[in-house]
């Protein structure tokens, strides 16, 4: 990495530490296989404050759910290589031990993955596994914990939750096992909530509940949330915050809605032009030619420059994140010359 | 089913029913119930709905992969169905079908260039090397690069999988494709560029499509017409335009307010119907009207009596008792307003 990337990495650092629930600076992981090592994400660097909801967009293999896994420490160890700091609640989760790590995640940090079923034991039932959670960090009673799960899945808008305690998942549809996952998550009331697509598998209507449901729970406890998906729709309507994310890493970070208005990274553009608008229907999409490189083949300048339709000499060499205000961020040389089109162009 | 022309409609479904054994003896699943429309050549029809709708049994049952229980699929005024096996087989390649899932409908253990070029073989037409050459145009026409074409599936991308698919399907010159949730496994970007293709494929070989998904915005994108299927039933049917600005049946207002929009907050349709409960069962559908268990609308008659498939305005058709007429007032409790 030259000087001048390094230095606007550092000048990049998100919100002033201390007061960030989550500040991430310059993580990197590497994987090991046969052809040596390969680095997947690079220098990813966010702050999540208390009782925010940040969204994290991006396609297929950009990185956003890798992100997830280092921030829990869900990575394999072997043949994995992950640095930079990962500072929760004053301290740096990337020096925790595997022991220490499992009395955070669960506890302080809370995860809700796309696919409830897989999340889930087909042969316990919901109420077993609710109160594992309760009593692997709360020293509290059988009974106790089986109250506080039926009251999470009150609070999860079950309709019978003395019921469903005794239900096994196989039994739930993919809703009601999606309110059973965020009634698990946030059981033990943890300061953060990391939920990785998870309505991606569920009916429009149900993932409207749901969304509702989360926002709602997020609110009321002050519970922040770290939001993955694909879709921007979700972000606009449930996020303060977001990140682009492309290649393994931020390409643009800021307000919600000063970057949905006017996007300063031509990927975040592209994104909000290909999603079909019913004002232009029939009309030909804006597509964002050619696919994610893979990180075997990653672009040695800026990572975005092959399929970018702005792309200029200078874009060949490695581009930094740059600060575009105090609020925004942005990995494009050019974000200052170009006026990209925004959701309402 | 003949307009003043005399022209014969591509494809009328008529008061159709499709229904499966269930589990249990004498359980019945009825997938599809009643269902009945016209579909115009040249014309992209979309049909919508969550899961459970009927909507893929309903596809399936336009390429005559499902036969019907009750009611009538017509092919240019003819009775697929009523044809003999070997006529069928014949009859079918004009009429197409493409999955969601371009994985499953590939060999793993054939090129790509050997999938596609398949259907040709089976139907025994031309030499082995006309056969070589239309899928090699094929390929071409879908745009996927030459050097791919004797590659596996495994070595491709989901995009271009999907696009060797499409390629298959178009081999044998259908007149009509049903595609069955073709874009809901790709990324946007990705989508955006098959959308765009589909319209091109369309222009290029004067195609008919009946376009099935559960995504709202790629439905109303691409179709002419649009079907809503919720339980097995339409809901209602209308001009993709006039059902975007403004949906006469309570689940399509439900549907079009559940979809995100990627706008900032102050461009927002603010009100959102969040519909309670789950989306019932085909093997056990409320009476009356399949959606009153939901409808933040319903009265009690909406239990007791199945509204009647009218048209409400020229052109669009609704089942609802209370579609084009002033509604009984929205309870507050499934109106929420949005954050942040």
């Known amino acids: 990495m030259s000087d001048a990337v390094a230095m606007a990495v550092e000048r990049a650092g998100v919100a002033p530490p201390g007061k960030a629930l989550l500040s991430i600076r310059d993580l990197c992981v590497s994987f090991r296989d046969d052809s040596g090592w390969t680095q997947v994400l690079n220098n990813v ?7 925010e909801t940040v969204g994290i967009v991006g396609e297929s293999g950009c990185g956003k759910s890798l992100t997830a896994l280092s921030i829990l420490g869900l990575l394999q160890k072997r043949d994995v290589l992950r640095t930079g ?43 077993d596994q609710i109160t594992e959670t309760v009593r692997t960090h709360f020293n509290v009673s059988r009974r106790e914990a089986n109250e506080r799960a039926v009251a999470a899945l009150a609070a999860v808008r079950i309709a019978s939750p003395q019921n469903v305690v005794s239900m096994y998942p196989m039994s739930l549809s993919g809703g009601m096992r999606q309110r059973v996952m965020i009634a698990m998550a946030l059981v033990c009331e943890p300061r953060l909530l990391i939920a990785d697509e998870p309505t991606t598998a569920l009916d429009v209507t149900i993932q409207a509940q749901i969304m509702d449901l989360l926002l709602d729970l997020g609110q009321r406890t002050g519970t922040a949330i770290l939001f993955i998906t694909h879709n921007l729709g ?14 393994g890493q931020v390409v643009e970070d800021g307000p919600v809605d000063k970057i949905l208005m006017q996007p300063k990274h031509p990927y975040t553009a592209g994104l909000l032009g290909s999603v079909p608008q019913p004002r232009q229907r029939k009309s030909l999409l804006p597509s964002i030619p050619g696919r994610v490189p893979s990180p075997h083949e990653m672009p040695s300048g800026c990572r975005f420059a092959p399929r970018c339709t702005y792309v200029q000499p200078p874009c060949l060499a490695p581009q930094a994140l740059l600060s575009a205000d105090a609020e925004r961020q942005v990995r494009c040389r050019r974000y200052d010359e170009l006026t990209l089109p925004g959701a309402i162009s | 089913m003949t307009d003043l022309s005399g022209a014969v409609d591509i494809l009328v479904v008529d008061d159709l029913d499709v229904t499966f054994k269930g589990r249990r003896r004498n359980q019945k699943v009825r997938a599809v119930e009643g ?8 014309e992209t029809f979309g049909v919508i709905g969550e899961s459970g709708s009927g909507k893929s049994t309903l596809g399936r049952c336009i390429v005559c992969l499902v036969p019907p229980s009750g009611g009538r699929v017509l092919h240019f005024g003819k009775d697929p169905f009523a044809l003999s096996a070997s006529e069928l087989r014949r009859h079918r390649r004009g009429f197409q079908i493409i999955f969601q899932d371009p994985n499953a409908a590939l060999d793993p253990r054939m090129t790509i260039l050997e999938s596609v070029r398949e259907p040709l073989d089976v139907a025994g037409i031309g030499t082995a090397q006309e056969r070589r050459v239309k899928a090699l145009e094929m390929l071409d026409r879908v745009a996927l690069a030459p050097e791919l074409a004797l590659r596996y599936p495994h070595e491709i991308s989901g995009g271009q999988k999907q696009r060797a698919n499409i390629a298959r ?7 009509l494709i049903v595609c069955d949730e073709v874009v809901a496994a790709l990324d946007v970007s990705i989508q955006a560029d098959m959308l765009n293709l589909f319209a091109k494929l369309q222009r290029e070989f004067s195609l008919t499509y009946v376009f099935i998904s559960h995504d709202l915005r790629v439905v109303a994108h691409v179709s002419d017409r649009v079907a809503v299927m919720y339980c097995g039933k339409l809901m209602e049917l209308a001009p993709a335009e006039d059902l975007m600005a403004a949906p006469l049946h309570p689940y399509s207002q439900a549907l079009l307010s559940a979809e995100p929009e990627p706008q900032p907050a102050h461009l927002r349709n603010k009100k959102r119907i969040i519909l309670k409960g789950e989306i019932p069962s085909p093997l056990n559908p409320p009476s009356g009207c399949r959606f009153h268990t939901r409808c933040p609308i319903a009265v009690a008659e909406c239990a007791t009596r199945e509204p009647e498939w009218r048209e409400v305005l020229p052109g669009r058709w609704a089942a609802c008792h209370f579609a084009g007429a002033p509604v009984p007032a929205v309870s507050d409790a499934t109106v929420e307003v949005l954050r942040p």
């Open chain 2, 169 to 175: 399907a178009l081999v044998l010159e259908p007149s």
């Open chain 1, 85 to 127: 700091e990962i500072n929760f609640e004053g301290r740096d989760l990337a020096k925790l031990s595997e022991a220490e790590m499992r009395r955070v995640r669960g506890r302080h940090i809370g995860m809700i993955f796309q696919e409830p079923m897989s999340a889930l034991d087909p042969v316990f039932t919901v109420g």
């Open chain 2, 35 to 42: 269902v009945g429309f016209t579909v115009r050549e040249g």
């Open chain 1, 234 to 247: 979700l972000v606009a309507e449930s996020c303060t915050r977001m990140l682009t994310m492309y290649a």
């Open chain 1, 45 to 51: 660097s966010l702050a999540v404050n208390p009782g």
